[in-house]
């Protein structure tokens, strides 16, 4: 159990942290000589049963808010400390407000430095406690009279900490490893170190992580749980990593940084949450206020954007998005706390609903029906309403990486609901039934217009087709869309045409006749077919008549336009795709490979590949083409 300090300045938090455990948290030279603790520190004490209690002590002066806001994320339980001779103070109650807004109900109160008041005081500043913690999370807590001095009250305090710690519910070690950095240091003979509290899942000696959000890998090669050298890290605990990398050092870090799973870097600018203000406020939050957001560890400027109506009530909740000034890697239900652009008051506090919030349409009916659900804490309603208001599909990974879900606790809520998924590499999509029935729908109706439209051409190409129907759709969720529909009988492909079935175009008499000189000509070299203008040249024909007569076929899908003027028969497409798929190593291919296998020259072999590209059949990575749809021009 990790237990942080909480209260006024003087109240005797580092005094009592030491009586406690007898470990002097203040280790700053300036701390020790001014007598107040200015910035974080941090004690630990062996528990009967084997395990660690960990103390981490937060300054009480208010310019150090900040610091102490470091340390408050992330703590289980709080021991507030109120000095029996001044009572409740500024600090006591603005402590009180930043626990209460971080979600803290667990904890007791330390009535400090009793051996200071008569017995009537110490009962006038036992009632004022009551009524400061009223209506807080914390109200009813026990208060707890000790004197760091002479040691009176301490022993129960500790035996009332010890069986909290017994009796705390472990956190659940799943979704993926994040680590909120407080501190980094650097070991003679280890390197750089970084310390913080365990948000979620394990770490493990050797693991590879990432420093976020300056994106610098790092590998562990040591860890410190509780002040003890382990192997495994789980959440819930302080640890402490020793880290190296090729291209990393302790000036690589700041306090407020996080480290954690590869798969979990994704820093933003944007977060959409529900934002509590405060009672004690005098006036509304207004639109676009500029404020200090404090989450994890960090410190971050930015604005705070309604969605809800044009300003938050003073006690009120209400969905916002907060625009900041520098990346954060948080994640949904990451709490945060507010305090205004001097930096000198608390404002409010909530939670972070979606990391991946967009910039327009924030304040639709859709998007506010969809933050309310992620608000519910369920990732299944969360999915299932979003699922509701995209017609395109939700990025499953997105969604998966904004509640820390790992993959096999994703891929198990996905097979749970009722939902059409399409998965190619990194990337996957999720539509709910009735938008995918809409969508192919959607397809048919295109279809049938662009038939309408265009009778003499056979039909239309995926790509285009997309385009017409949905271009905000993913490109291998409309391979599967078309997949089905044709597996289904409801549209024909003609080569790399779709249509209708029954929609058939042909060729008029003297057409016919054309082409039946022409096409021993493209037979002849059928990977290095004439171009029109040669062609045209070699029957003695009209070369405008040749270029309608080939595009006329390109539109039946007898032949294809692989470049300006450039025209191959089915045949040869469908043999060219068959070397691609002979060739590619890995279902990727080089352009060079390709030339040398088909004979031509550099421009055409990359003519040919950028053709495929453009119908789906490959696509471009860097240097390569990747296989992406390998049956779409089998014979």
Known sequence: MIVGTAGHIDHGKTALVKALTGVDADRLKEEKARGITIDLGYAYAPLPNGDVLGFVDVPGHEKFIHNMLAGATGIDFALLAVAADDGPMPQTREHLQILDLLGLARGVVALTKVDRVSPGRLEEARAEIVALLAGSRLAGSDIYPVSALTGSGVAALRARLEAEAQALRRRPADGCFRLAVDRCFTLAGAGTVVTGTVFSGTVAVGDRLVLSPPDIPVRVRGIHAQDRPVQTGVAGQRCALNLTGPDFGKADVRRGDWVLAESLHAPANRLDARLHLLGSEDKPLRHWTPVHVHLGAADVTGRVAVLEGEAVAPGAGALVQLVLDKPVAALHGDRFIVRDQSATRTLGGGLVLDCFPPARGRRTPARLELLRALDAGDPADALLAALRNSATGVDLRRFALNWNLCMDDASALWAALPMRTV??????????????????????????????????????????????????????????????????????????????????????????????RARPLLDAAPWQPPRVRDIAAALGADERAVRLLLQRLARQGKVFQVAHDHFFTREAVHALAAVARELAADDALEAAVFRDRIGSGRKLAIQILEFFDRVGFTRRVRDRHQLRHAELLSN
């Open 423 to 516: 998965e190619e590499g990194d990337l996957a999509s999720g539509f709910s039934l009735e938008a995918w029935e809409a969508l192919g729908q959607r397809l048919l109706d295109t279809l049938a217009a662009e038939h309408a439209r265009v009778p003499d051409m056979v039909g239309v190409d995926r790509e285009r087709l997309r385009r017409m129907t949905a271009p905000a759709l993913p490109r291998a969720a409309f391979l599967a869309l078309t997949d089905e529909l044709l597996a289904a009988g409801r549209i024909t492909a003609s080569g790399l045409w779709l249509h209708l079935p029954g929609h058939t175009v042909t060729l008029l008499p003297h057409e016919d006749k054309l082409w039946a």
